[in-house]
């Protein structure tokens, strides 16, 4: 019983936080760009890149506290964007909903071969699963170093998550175009990478008016509220083929008015805003420069990363 | 140290020589040239089908990352199931077979990691990721457009016209099924070809390669044999969305 219920927490709720907190407009809100005037906004976007792998780079070289602090530092950037507390707390959902599935669908799983390796000299085993959930890959025994080694997988991917949406939420599309073009990317690759980067607050948009419209339509109706989650859920996923046919029914008028602007005439553009550098993408890569020398100083202080070098 | 999070171990027991990887690549990017120096390079491409392509990226990122990632949880991890990848592979090939032009399935694999990287990797592990997926599963894909003759599932095939005495709703029924003998046809080539590079080259050389793991040829085949049910059964139904998809968009 025990068992279902951890087996169950690790899965389903994420999946409610996901569905309950977030919902589908978050989605739309935290993968949409919107105006602001702070320190984010005023990057150049190559460096939000580089601030992006690098710190990807040092999460994943440095023991698991280390990412827990720079996830909670890009987070806490998220309060300094425009409406930044509503933005903050849909970031927060996701980062608890990544960091719990991403733990639980790593810890359970990983052999004592594999924390051997990660250096894991003792094992405090917590639960005892019931037999038949190996059939689900898991290993015998829940221990503390599993949990342990499964945060650690799970803060590299949440730092990564967090920092990557920072770039999104404050970068127009124009500035990722230009961005593009300035690394020398070929014009049609620009342009599709461009309608795909503000196609995807679309998706969740179309997604969202389609399941409202089921809503409306009486679909769950009356069912208790423990099960809306999972209503919704449904809904969803039937909300996605009329949203496929809407997308590509609309790609021609997208497509007709981009041809009228005389796009790919030439096979360069020029544009009116250039790219800079400022004081602030300064100020920035010298913060880049500090994460990269606080990993250094980790690896030599023996806070080196615990996953071994087998991979995930 | 390592660049960008690739440990470059060319050596690890079991691991694919990495001579045989590179002739793989370079031969594969020697075809991309060379289809693309007799076909006009991107400059085939219109702009419609690059807002295809770009759609197709776009709703493979929506169901990869926040969809499917979430349905994958309440399943149990077997090499059986991959909500994340089918999904993907589904929505790209839908708008691929509105496209059918060599190249589209490449490009859309490019535009997916791109994209993939902007709102959720960032540019981890990169550019490895992204030549291994583009020069994988969306070389297949075109290798099969390029088979067809841009005809992919059978999508704009004409019904045939030569015996005049045959009524028109036959000649289209006729078309239908041979079009649905097609989708599950080459669904079922797509299926296996899409089992393959995951264990093979992932498993055996770019884990080994990035983060110097162990490689299990048990393991590998073990997944290898996995993944094909899933993966034939995806394209199959990919296959007839795409026909559906095509018919609704009007081609």
């Known amino acids: ?312 | 140290m390592s660049f960008n999070g690739i440990k470059g171990a060319v050596n690890v027991p079991g691991e694919i020589p990495w001579e045989i990887v590179l002739l793989y690549f370079i031969l594969a990017l020697a075809f991309v040239f060379y289809i693309g120096k007799k076909q006009g390079g991107l400059k085939k491409f219109t702009t419609l089908d690059l807002v295809y392509i770009a759609v197709g990226a776009a709703l493979g990122v929506a169901w990869e990352f926040y969809i499917g990632s979430y349905l994958g949880r309440l399943l149990p991890s077997s090499p059986f199931i991959g909500i994340g990848f089918w999904g993907r592979i589904l929505i790209i090939l839908i708008f691929v077979a509105l496209v059918r032009k060599v190249g589209a399935g490449m490009l859309s694999l490019l535009i997916f990691n791109v994209l993939s990287d902007l709102l959720h990797y960032g540019f981890g592990g990169e550019p490895m990721f992204t030549i291994y997926e583009t020069l994988t599963y969306g070389l297949f894909i075109d290798l099969l457009i390029a088979l067809t003759g841009g005809h992919i599932f059978g999508i704009g095939l004409k019904p045939n016209t030569a015996s005049a005495d045959v009524p028109e709703e036959v000649l289209v029924k006729n078309l239908r099924r041979r079009q649905n003998i097609l989708a599950i046809v080459e669904g079922i080539v797509l299926g296996i070809l899409f089992a393959l590079p995951d264990p093979i080259f992932y498993l055996g050389f770019f884990r080994p390669f990035l983060y110097g793991a162990i490689v299990n040829w048990q393991t590998v085949i073990f997944d290898i044999e996995a993944f094909i049910p899933g993966d034939v059964i995806i394209t199959i139904i990919a296959g007839f969305l795409a026909l559906r998809v095509a018919r609704a968009v009007g081609q």
């Open chain 1, 1 to 312: 019983m025990v068992s279902w219920i951890l087996f169950f927490y690790g899965s389903v709720i994420p999946v409610i936080i996901v569905l309950a907190l977030i919902g589908i407009k978050g989605f739309v809100e935290i993968t949409r760009y919107e105006s602001g005037t702070t320190f984010f906004y005023k990057l150049n976007p190559i460096t939000k890149v580089v601030l992006g792998i690098v710190v990807m780079a040092v999460a994943s070289v440095t023991t698991w506290w280390i990412g827990a602090i720079l996830t909670a530092a890009m987070l806490l950037v998220y309060l300094t964007l425009n409406d930044g507390f509503r933005k903050f707390m849909y970031a927060f959902y996701l980062f608890l909903s990544t960091f719990l599935g991403g733990t639980w669908s790593i810890a359970p799983y990983t052999p004592y071969s594999v924390l051997q390796l990660a250096g894991f000299k003792q094992f405090n085993v917590i639960w005892v699963w019931p037999s038949y959930f190996t059939a689900f890959g898991y290993e015998p025994y829940l221990t503390v170093q599993q949990l342990i080694y499964g945060a650690q997988v799970a803060f590299r991917i949440t730092a990564v998550v967090v920092t990557s949406l920072l770039l999104v939420l404050t970068t127009t599309a124009s500035d990722i175009f230009r961005m593009f073009t300035k690394l020398k990317v070929p014009i049609a690759i620009t342009f599709a990478i461009t309608v795909a980067f503000t196609t995807v607050p679309k998706v969740f948009d179309l997604i969202d008016t389609s399941v409202k419209m089921q809503f409306l339509r009486g679909f769950g109706y009356g069912k208790t509220a423990i099960l809306r989650p999972f209503y919704l859920l449904v809904a969803a996923i039937l909300a996605i083929p009329p949203t496929i046919i809407y997308l590509a029914r609309n790609a021609r008028n997208l497509a007709i008015s981009v041809d009228t602007r005389g796009f790919r005439a030439y096979n360069s553009r020029t544009s009116l805003v250039e790219l800079t550098y400022s004081k602030y993408d300064y100020i920035m890569w010298g913060i880049i420069v500090m994460l990269i020398v606080l990993a250094i100083l980790a690896n030599i202080f023996g806070f080196g990363r615990t996953i071994p070098y087998t991979g995930l």
